[in-house]
């Protein structure tokens, strides 16, 4: 009762507990405001996310439609149009502030479920002073929270990545290779171990980084396929209490036409109340896509090192001063961004994985906070994703020049002479030029191992590549 202000104009609603008072210009009903009164825990923007808002609208949607058509008694033609206009208003963003529950909750969503449903039948009644409408009977029918949250769940994880994630690694794979096209021909130092070793084409290593890419879409398309199996109509422990037969076959068939994701039913729904497989193997792929980006991130940084005092082989765009101190400095920024997002996944993914194991009996109740840390993952990738490629990899240049140097100066060129001198010697002349700081043609010929003119007909690193 502490939320709502002293004048606020209140209405009575009531639950299985007694009677509650409810601001009169919200929607809501009793179940929502004493989760809202008992759970006020973390930050204003830790609420449950709204892309499980925009799924339970959808699954509640579906549910009406599946219901009007196999018990058309219970579920009338009217009741069933009202629950669908209200959806299609919060699918809209109409009704955004009627959802102010946080994810610190119940773990299994329960109070979420009956905000959504409150919020549906409220809309209806209170508009049009009509009380025909029950957040239980009729919106929540053939259903429970411990079904719902679940398959919005996997509702909510399957069209955020298929709309945002999907779409933003495919335009940064594009442009890898439209950088490695603008490459092409740009010869340098390889590195391993983070020491000089032969030669390679920028390009080359550019077209590791999209491969990389490309393969972590491969695997996130692989692995959604079992994340579009719902758990719908398990009801309250898997057994489809109080759900009509192939309830679950016509709301996803409805789902399919609302989302064009071919959602399907769960073949096993005691599986899929108590189990986070599917979620970890998805989340696990986002891991992966992270793991790759903080690699490419990380490298691009290095070879941007400098520009007078380190490898300053690229040149990355000048979006911001680096200091507040040092004038001139300027900072890979975008590539710091893409890492600290990574790390942020891989946080996530712990949280997840840890929540996963918790799924005693028929149900798993870290579902909430399971939502809430996949769902910043995808946002966050997402976004850094287009960050990247708009502010950075766009803009970014080979310094050839630099390139060319560092490569004529590596000692790693000495796999060209092995062929002819043999590996012992050409290690020789590598040790005794970096020892005399001079060229490798100078310690071969000092050495006496091959004349100048035998030098210059071996010694091509472009075709080392």
Known sequence: MENIEKDSAFRVEHDSLGEVLVDASHFWGAQTQ????????????????FEIIYAFAQLKKACA???????PTKMTQEKCQSIVAVCDKILAGELSDEFPLVVYQTGSGTQTNMNVNEVVANVTNLANGQGFLHPNDDVNMSQSSNDTFPSAMHIAFVTQIESKLIPSLKQLIAGFEAKEHECKGVIKSGRTHLMDAVPISFSQELSGYRFSLQQNLALLQAVLVPLKQL???ATAVGTGLNAPLHFDVKVCEQLQKQTNSD??????KFH??????EVVAVHGVLKALAMDLFKIANDIRLMASGPRCGLNEVILPANEPGSSIMPGKVNPTQCEQVTQVAVQVFGNDASIGFAASQGQFELNVFLPVTAYNFLQSVRLLSSSMDSFLEHCL???RANESKMTENLNRSLMLSTLLSPSIGYEKSAQCALLAHNKDISLKEAVLELGYLSSEAFDQIYHPEQMI
């Open 394 to 396: 766009q803009g970014l």
């Open 34 to 49: 004493r989760s809202y009164g008992n759970f006020c825990i973390g930050q204003p923007q830790e609420r449950m996310p």
């Open 263 to 268: 959602f399907v039913p769960c073949a096993n």
């Open 65 to 71: 439609l599946a219901n009007y058509e196999l018990n």
């Open 231 to 233: 758990a719908i109509g």
């Open 272 to 277: 899929a109340l108590t189990s986070l497989d």
